[in-house]
């Protein structure tokens, strides 16, 4: 990777291609050495090269190499970046985490502080959740093997769309599959020919891919320039007209502001769709989001979300008018030609709300470990931004100083995630950390004194 020299990685700790090749070595069970006479799994073969072997034999996979060039995949042979960082020990990216226990997972055989989860209210491992989903196993069995629309509806997505419109205080509830596929459903449903989809800048991918398979236009608003929002409105006056922001902004954990947004889409008749992946169990009095937390539920014509972060599973939903959900049940494409939600993420979903109305101590906990942990990043001298929420960004500065940020808190025993470009400006690429209602005081202490003692090593503080 260019910019990032070994001398100053063996100087950061133990990082740089001797390190990571022994990590490799010592720590994976599933990389095995070229010469092991065991079934191989995979292994690195010309010059760090990733093929796969055969588990059925020693048979060697076909050198395509040797095979007559597809110039379709030229750019695949000359995408070297990532192997480069990974050569460097600082890919941060697909590390198999062999277990997990709520906060702390295994990963390369060690114990990590998972910090870089969206497992908000620790709900993965509670035994309502687990014991709902493991029933619906045994009842439905493994999966639907079909779409929603033919035979892939359960009595247990009914239950949970109902439930979710009560709770949402929505008249219908419509479950997706996952909460990429409710917001491309949801915004290619709706926008069609003649339509306009208002995009805030710093929205979510999903949100984003949804308005490019819409048939409508996009319009993209500067993060929160809610007076840019107004013109793009206005010059679009006579179409219809759909604004849809993050409730809960990913990358920077700040607030969407609802009342504004609620206030410009009413004067210029444009629904308002909240995606509240990140506020479900997080924001709002019940846990009930975005628009719930600023006592505007009856302004947000439709909510999107997620099941995958608080609700501890995996699969995506809207609540709204019911003539919209009926609308979108019949024609959106990414819930129509997908197979539903398997059984037991429906009954975990269904435990999950269950336990977190039941629990609401669990959010207070949240909310104590969220401040515990920004107060401790700002007393250290961190920039953690606007966030307002579990999300905590913490700025390093370059691609290369936030790698080997990262790589020496996960030496030490700490799971994040780094955010970099184009996901960020190149200079203010940052460390983001979320919290879970069942980290403990303890774990949040060692998080931020390792944070402390690398960042004063590198500089960043
Ligand atoms: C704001 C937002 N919307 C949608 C999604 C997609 O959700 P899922 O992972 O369930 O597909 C995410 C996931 O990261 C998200 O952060």
């Given at each position: 990777?260019?910019?990032?020299?070994?001398?100053?990685?063996?100087?950061?700790?133990?990082?740089?291609?001797?390190?990571?090749?022994?990590?490799?070595?010592?720590?994976?069970?599933?990389?095995?050495?070229?010469?092991?006479?065991?079934?191989?799994?995979?292994?690195?073969?010309?010059?760090?090269?990733?093929?796969?072997?055969?588990?059925?034999?020693?048979?060697?996979?076909?050198?395509?190499?040797?095979?007559?060039?597809?110039?379709?995949?030229?750019?695949?042979?000359?995408?070297?970046?990532?192997?480069?960082?990974?050569?460097?020990?600082?890919?941060?990216?697909?590390?198999?985490?062999?277990?997990?226990?709520?906060?702390?997972?295994?990963?390369?055989?060690?114990?990590?502080?998972?910090?870089?989860?969206?497992?908000?209210?620790?709900?993965?491992?509670?035994?309502?959740?687990?014991e709902a989903a493991k029933q619906a196993l045994d009842r439905y069995g493994s999966g639907c093997t079909g779409?929603?629309?033919?035979?892939?509806?359960?009595?247990?997505?009914?239950?949970?769309?109902?439930?979710?419109?009560?709770?949402?205080?929505?008249?219908?509830?419509?479950?997706?599959?996952?909460?990429?596929?409710?917001?491309?459903?949801?915004?290619?449903?709706?926008?069609?020919?003649?339509?306009?989809?208002?995009?805030?800048?710093?929205?979510?991918?999903?949100?984003?891919?949804?308005?490019?398979?819409?048939?409508?236009?996009?319009?993209?608003?500067?993060?929160?320039?809610?007076?840019?929002?107004?013109?793009?409105?206005?010059?679009?006056?006579?179409?219809?007209?759909?604004?849809?922001?993050?409730?809960?902004?990913?990358?920077?954990?700040?607030?969407?502001?609802?009342?504004?947004?609620?206030?410009?889409?009413?004067?210029?008749?444009?629904?308002?769709?909240?995606?509240?992946?990140?506020?479900?169990?997080?924001?709002?009095?019940?846990?009930?989001?975005?628009?719930?937390?600023?006592?505007?539920?009856?302004?947000?014509?439709?909510?999107?979300?997620?099941?995958?972060?608080?609700?501890?599973?995996?699969?995506?939903?809207?609540?709204?008018?019911?003539?919209?959900?009926?609308?979108?049940?019949?024609?959106?494409?990414?819930?129509?030609?997908?197979?539903?939600?398997?059984?037991?993420?429906?009954?975990?979903?269904?435990?999950?709300?269950?336990?977190?109305?039941?629990?609401?101590?669990?959010?207070?906990?949240?909310?104590?470990?969220?401040?515990?942990?920004?107060?401790?990043?700002?007393?250290?001298?961190?920039?953690?931004?606007?966030?307002?929420?579990?999300?905590?960004?913490?700025?390093?500065?370059?691609?290369?100083?936030?790698?080997?940020?990262?790589?020496?808190?996960?030496?030490?025993?700490?799971?994040?995630?780094?955010?970099?470009?184009?996901?960020?400006?190149?200079?203010?690429?940052?460390?983001?950390?979320?919290?879970?209602?069942?980290?403990?005081?303890?774990?949040?202490?060692?998080?931020?004194?390792?944070?402390?003692?690398?960042?004063?090593?590198?500089?960043?503080?």
């Amino acid at each position: 990777m260019a910019g990032v020299s070994f001398g100053a990685c063996a100087a950061a700790g133990q990082i740089g291609p001797k390190a990571a090749s022994a990590s490799k070595m010592a720590g994976s069970a599933r990389l095995l050495c070229e010469n092991c006479d065991r079934a191989r799994i995979l292994a690195f073969r010309n010059g760090g090269v990733l093929v796969t072997g055969s588990p059925f034999g020693n048979r060697s996979p076909v050198n395509t190499q040797t095979l007559p060039r597809i110039a379709l995949f030229d750019k695949c042979k000359n995408f070297t970046k990532a192997r480069e960082v990974e050569a460097a020990g600082l890919y941060p990216y697909f590390k198999p985490v062999s277990q997990a226990e709520d906060t702390v997972v295994c990963i390369e055989g060690r114990s990590k502080i998972m910090m870089g989860s969206n497992n908000y209210l620790g709900l993965t491992h509670h035994p309502k959740v687990l014991e709902a989903a493991k029933q619906a196993l045994d009842r439905y069995g493994s999966g639907c093997t079909g779409s929603r629309l033919l035979n892939g509806t359960l009595d247990l997505h009914e239950r949970l769309e109902a439930h979710l419109a009560e709770f949402f205080g929505k008249e219908a509830g419509l479950v997706f599959s996952t909460g990429y596929s409710a917001n491309l459903g949801l915004i290619s449903g709706l926008v069609g020919r003649g339509d306009v989809v208002f995009l805030d800048k710093l929205d979510h991918a999903s949100i984003v891919d949804g308005a490019r398979m819409a048939f409508g236009h996009t319009a993209r608003f500067g993060h929160g320039d809610l007076d840019q929002l107004k013109r793009l409105l206005a010059k679009h006056e006579s179409r219809g007209k759909l604004i849809i922001v993050d409730g809960v902004f990913s990358m920077e954990g700040n607030i969407a502001d609802v009342p504004a947004l609620s206030k410009l889409a009413q004067e210029h008749g444009a629904a308002l769709v909240l995606d509240d992946a990140h506020s479900i169990g997080v924001l709002g009095p019940r846990g009930d989001g975005t628009a719930a937390h600023f006592g505007l539920s009856d302004e947000v014509d439709l909510i999107v979300g997620t099941f995958s972060k608080s609700m501890a599973s995996i699969g995506g939903f809207l609540v709204g008018p019911e003539h919209v959900v009926h609308y979108l049940k019949n024609n959106s494409r990414p819930l129509i030609f997908t197979a539903a939600l398997p059984p037991a993420n429906t009954a975990g979903v269904l435990a999950a709300f269950e336990v977190m109305i039941d629990e609401p101590e669990r959010r207070d906990r949240l909310w104590e470990n969220t401040w515990r942990l920004q107060d401790g990043f700002r007393a250290i001298g961190f920039d953690i931004g606007p966030t307002r929420t579990p999300i905590v960004p913490v700025l390093i500065g370059t691609l290369e100083q936030t790698l080997i940020v990262w790589r020496r808190l996960f030496d030490a025993g700490v799971f994040t995630n780094p955010v970099v470009p184009p996901a960020v400006r190149p200079d203010a690429c940052r460390i983001r950390t979320s919290l879970m209602a069942t980290h403990t005081a303890d774990q949040i202490d060692f998080v931020l004194e390792q944070f402390a003692k690398i960042g004063k090593e590198m500089g960043a503080i």
